[in-house]
């Protein structure tokens, strides 16, 4: 019997344990919008009574029979720091397909996409995906290791946004970078460092598809990032010195860069 190569074992173990994976979403805001998601399959749903009452307009939708709790003895597997308000649904992650279809856009507006470097903190990335939605970018995405998973605590940060903000996670980011370059997209790199505002970059291009790319707080930008973006760019702050979380950067950026 001849044996398989290592690289075709990892691969098809990988395919297994995507096909295996399930996030446990938390809370009322969460739940309700996943369960008034009909892409989203869901697997396992946990209330208490108070949380059933609720939730009692979404429940039909989401066409799955709760299993009701105790609040002294709720059943599932969080984490004992969850604020899960009572309410807990076991679902598969969602696919929002591929990188190409996403960024297409509507054909009405410029579309906005952000990528993200490294940025790990699912509380971070969650923010991010609801100043996404907010401000009608296409997608947030991020890389396949070195990025926030699709977790409970990042849907609850979320609010709702995971359901319908696409948030794909790609294996290199300066390939995705090159290739959103491709298909005739501006990608500008957030740096506290650069020479040029952001609102100075966009002027003359607000009806461009542009990228925006931001890296962890302190880190900032890879090197290799830097160097593959169209241009650095900067957020002009009052006073001399200034700094923002990397949500908030985002919301800022997204809004200098609106179509």
Known sequence: MVK???WVVEKEQGKKAKAAETVWLFGLHAVRDALMNPKREKLRLILTLNAKSKLEDALEAGGIEPEVHDPRKFGAPLDP????????????PLNWGRLEDVALGDGDTPPRLVLLDRVTDPHNVGAILRSAEVF??????GTLHHSAPETGALAKTASGALERQPYLRE???ADTIVALQGMGYIVLGLDGEAEVSIDAAMDGRRDRAVALVLGAEGPGLRQRTKETVDQLVKIDFARGFGSLNVSNAAAVALYAARP
Do not use: D, F, T, Y
Request: proline share 4%; no cysteine.
């Open 171 to 173: 294996r290199n980011l």
């Open 136 to 141: 009608g970018a296409q997608a947030v995405i």
């Open 81 to 92: 720091q969850s604020v899960h308000q009572g309410a807990a649904l076991e679902v598969k």
């Open 4 to 6: 398989k190569p290592k």
